[in-house]
């Protein structure tokens, strides 16, 4: 069947099912954000893309070892999305432990972090270091791959907070390309010295920073037959077809116009030949009524097809059956770009701005051609607006975006030295399916994964285990902050009595009711030894109470609120002797 899912699939030529490992391998633990699967016609993002990709070519490809999957539950549902896309694909290997689990099973201080390394696959660096402060007295690596670093908001809630936490030298944040590791950078530079000068504190970020692309499934994009694509998908069959897949929107992605006014010029300098620009995704729809507008006043109806949205699982076949793919994007929101990635794989010359990651994937005049982009600086009226009520529109970046020009000379240059030159076509093709297998086929990016992570336990392994700080300066402290809410305290020596209703537990005429079981952990056990204890004793000071239970391994704090739940709902009462404290 022609139309499949675009997703990674076990290559039919690669022996996955290798014999079960002598030793554990290594032991990986990954954060899984709940991202919802995108349905046809949602509008699809890259970073979506990049963070499945990445999971799904882990588990194809990665090393013998444990992976622990580790995802938030919805505290409403209780629920623990069960991601069987990963489990069927493990289903490939028996060289390989896998868990998914909840996270809140490591928050807590006798928590077991039996992994040897945390990785994040969107960026939630600070978030994995306060779990290894709070909860972990070993210092494991952490390693967090990110697909954005402009938004405004990020300067306070993650440049910031990242240089806030305690990080080491082995600590890494992935970068996908040269360009996106010198921003984050300039940027963690531009926070330090914005601290100095206003708040005189000296911060500086401590980790590491390495540079690893993101991949493509060259099982999925490669070349196929033209014609017989365009019949399937209802494109013109002799046509010189110029392809642009991705999200429309300039505010954030690319101003198609100026490609609009290089087509219009490629149309009039080519009258015999039959030329379409295709034009496929998805955006807002002020953004696709602006475009047609254009289309209409250059008078390229009948030049431009307009796929909106292109099924996201078709976009193998759309690449595959193209001429050229085309990319003029201008905004700082990129990092990296996959969609050039994509027509590389398909063996489609790629002819896109010379702009961030695409000056690191494309390779001038062999897989196609950098088009020169030229930017001044004119952005202080800009970002003083920006992340003021703004609703983080991303208004700011398009209009930064419009200081950005792309040559629309070398554009055209390019474009028509393809029209005129099927060898040279053909030539940039083979070029550059070649680089994307041997370079950006996901099996190489997980290689370089695994090279980065043994680098960080070797450089760890090597270093005294620093003493980790329990409660940062993000910890909320809810008793200390608060405690003045209500009317007294309970401490220590508080007297706890049973209440006739726990008498009536204990004696079996009525049973304890948790309405809440489905979001607390009171154990029923617990409960009912609570009961007993006062029972026979009649009443109790609150801490002795607590501290019976420390042979049960349970805190003192856990057995505090169990005692408070009893409290809370008549099963037992503040004795008349009120030692508590206002």
Same mark, same amino acid.
């Given at each position: 069947?022609?139309?499949? *899912?675009?997703?990674?699939?076990?290559? @039919?030529?690669?022996?996955?099912?290798?014999?079960?490992?002598?030793? !554990?391998?290594?032991? %990986?633990?990954?954060?899984?954000?709940?991202?919802?699967?995108?349905?046809?016609?949602?509008?699809?993002?890259?970073?979506?893309?990049?963070?499945?990709?990445?999971?799904?070519?882990?588990?194809?490809?990665?090393?013998?070892?444990?992976?622990?999957?580790?995802?938030?539950?919805?505290?409403?549902?209780?629920?623990?999305?069960?991601?069987?896309?990963?489990?069927?694909?493990?289903?490939?290997?028996?060289?390989?432990?896998?868990?998914?689990?909840?996270?809140?099973?490591?928050?807590?201080?006798?928590?077991?972090?039996?992994?040897?390394?945390?990785?994040?696959?969107?960026?939630?660096?600070?978030?994995?270091?306060?779990?290894?402060?709070?909860?972990?007295? =070993?210092?494991?690596?952490?390693?967090?791959?990110?697909?954005?670093?402009?938004?405004?908001?990020?300067?306070?809630?993650?440049?910031?907070?990242?240089?806030?936490?305690?990080?080491?030298?082995?600590?890494?944040?992935?970068?996908?390309?040269?360009?996106?590791?010198?921003?984050?950078?300039?940027?963690?530079?531009?926070?330090?010295?914005?601290?100095?000068?206003? *708040?005189?504190?000296?911060?500086?970020?401590?980790?590491?920073?390495?540079?690893?692309?993101?991949?493509?499934?060259?099982?999925?994009?490669?070349?196929?037959?033209?014609?017989?694509?365009?019949?399937?998908?209802?494109?013109?069959?002799?046509?010189?077809?110029?392809?642009?897949?991705?999200?429309?929107?300039?505010?954030?992605?690319?101003?198609?116009?100026?490609? %609009?006014?290089?087509?219009?010029?490629?149309?009039?300098?080519?009258?015999?030949?039959?030329?379409?620009?295709?034009?496929?995704?998805?955006?807002?729809?002020?953004?696709?009524?602006?475009?047609?507008?254009?289309?209409?006043?250059?008078?390229?109806?009948?030049?431009?097809?307009?796929?909106?949205?292109?099924?996201?699982?078709?976009?193998?076949?759309?690449?595959?059956?193209?001429?050229?793919?085309?990319?003029?994007?201008?905004?700082?929101?990129?990092?990296?770009?996959?969609?050039?990635?994509?027509?590389?794989?398909?063996?489609?010359?790629?002819?896109?701005?010379?702009?961030?990651?695409?000056?690191?994937?494309?390779?001038?005049?062999?897989?196609? $051609?950098?088009?020169?982009?030229?930017?001044?600086?004119?952005? @202080? @009226?800009?970002?003083?607006?920006?992340?003021?009520?703004?609703?983080?529109?991303?208004?700011?970046?398009?209009?930064?975006?419009?200081?950005?020009?792309?040559?629309?000379?070398?554009?055209?240059?390019? %474009? #028509?030295?393809?029209?005129?030159?099927?060898?040279?076509?053909?030539?940039?093709?083979?070029?550059? =399916?070649? =680089?994307?297998?041997?370079?950006?086929?996901?099996?190489?990016?997980?290689?370089?994964?695994?090279?980065?992570?043994?680098?960080?336990?070797?450089?760890?392994? !090597? #270093?005294?285990?620093?003493?980790? $700080?329990?409660?940062?300066?993000?910890?909320?402290?809810?008793?200390?902050?608060?405690? *003045?809410?209500?009317?007294? !305290?309970?401490?220590?020596?508080?007297?706890?009595?049973?209440?006739?209703?726990?008498?009536?537990?204990?004696?079996?005429?009525?049973?304890?009711?948790?309405?809440?079981?489905?979001?607390?952990?009171?154990?029923?056990?617990?409960?009912?030894?609570?009961?007993?204890?006062?029972?026979?004793?009649?009443?109790?000071?609150? !801490?002795?109470?607590?501290?019976? $239970?420390?042979?049960?391994?349970?805190?003192?704090?856990?057995?505090?609120? *169990?005692?408070?739940?009893?409290?809370?709902?008549?099963? %037992?009462?503040?004795?008349?002797?009120?030692?508590?404290?206002?």
């Amino acid at each position: 069947m022609l139309f499949q *899912h675009s997703i990674l699939r076990v290559p @039919e030529n690669d022996k996955l099912v290798m014999n079960k490992p002598h030793s !554990k391998g290594k032991r %990986l633990a990954v954060y899984l954000d709940n991202y919802t699967s995108a349905q046809e016609g949602d509008i699809v993002y890259g970073r979506d893309v990049a963070v499945n990709d990445f999971l799904k070519g882990l588990l194809l490809y990665g090393q013998s070892g444990e992976y622990k999957f580790y995802q938030s539950s919805d505290a409403l549902k209780k629920s623990i999305d069960s991601r069987q896309d990963l489990l069927d694909i493990a289903k490939y290997r028996n060289d390989l432990f896998i868990e998914i689990k909840d996270i809140n099973s490591l928050k807590s201080k006798n928590a077991i972090f039996d992994f040897d390394i945390w990785h994040e696959t969107d960026a939630d660096f600070a978030e994995a270091i306060s779990l290894r402060e709070r909860y972990c007295t =070993r210092p494991y690596p952490i390693s967090a791959a990110f697909n954005v670093l402009s938004y405004q908001s990020l300067l306070h809630d993650w440049y910031l907070e990242i240089l806030l936490k305690k990080t080491f030298d082995y600590d890494t944040i992935i970068c996908n390309s040269t360009a996106a590791k010198k921003g984050l950078l300039n940027i963690f530079d531009g926070v330090s010295e914005r601290l100095r000068k206003s *708040h005189n504190i000296n911060l500086s970020f401590k980790g590491n920073t390495e540079i690893i692309p993101l991949g493509v499934d060259t099982n999925i994009f490669k070349p196929g037959d033209k014609k017989e694509l365009r019949l399937k998908l209802g494109l013109p069959l002799d046509a010189f077809i110029i392809l642009w897949i991705g999200r429309i929107s300039p505010f954030d992605k690319a101003d198609l116009l100026p490609l %609009l006014l290089v087509f219009q010029i490629l149309v009039k300098d080519n009258p015999n030949r039959e030329i379409k620009l295709v034009i496929g995704g998805s955006g807002e729809n002020i953004f696709n009524v602006i475009i047609d507008k254009c289309i209409v006043d250059l008078h390229l109806t009948n030049h431009i097809i307009l796929i909106r949205p292109l099924p996201a699982s078709l976009r193998h076949f759309y690449h595959a059956c193209a001429d050229v793919f085309v990319s003029p994007a201008d905004n700082i929101q990129e990092t990296f770009g996959i969609t050039p990635l994509e027509a590389m794989a398909c063996g489609i010359p790629q002819v896109v701005s010379d702009w961030n990651g695409y000056r690191d994937t494309v390779k001038h005049g062999q897989t196609g $051609f950098l088009i020169p982009t030229y930017m001044a600086d004119l952005d @202080e @009226e800009i970002v003083i607006k920006s992340g003021i009520y703004d609703n983080y529109d991303l208004l700011d970046h398009f209009e930064f975006a419009q200081t950005v020009a792309i040559d629309l000379k070398a554009f055209l240059t390019a %474009l #028509q030295a393809l029209i005129d030159s099927p060898a040279l076509c053909k030539k940039m093709s083979e070029n550059s =399916r070649e =680089r994307a297998v041997n370079i950006y086929d996901w099996k190489n990016i997980i290689y370089l994964h695994e090279q980065l992570w043994q680098h960080q336990l070797d450089k760890s392994n !090597k #270093q005294v285990n620093i003493p980790v $700080f329990n409660k940062t300066y993000d910890t909320p402290a809810f008793y200390k902050n608060f405690n *003045h809410y209500a009317s007294a !305290k309970v401490i220590d020596t508080t007297i706890i009595e049973i209440s006739l209703k726990g008498t009536q537990v204990v004696n079996k005429q009525i049973f304890i009711t948790n309405y809440y079981a489905y979001f607390n952990d009171f154990s029923v056990k617990i409960l009912h030894r609570i009961l007993i204890i006062l029972q026979i004793a009649q009443k109790q000071k609150f !801490k002795e109470l607590t501290e019976q $239970f420390r042979k049960s391994n349970l805190s003192p704090e856990k057995t505090g609120r *169990h005692i408070m739940f009893l409290l809370k709902y008549g099963y %037992l009462q503040i004795g008349d002797n009120l030692n508590i404290s206002t």
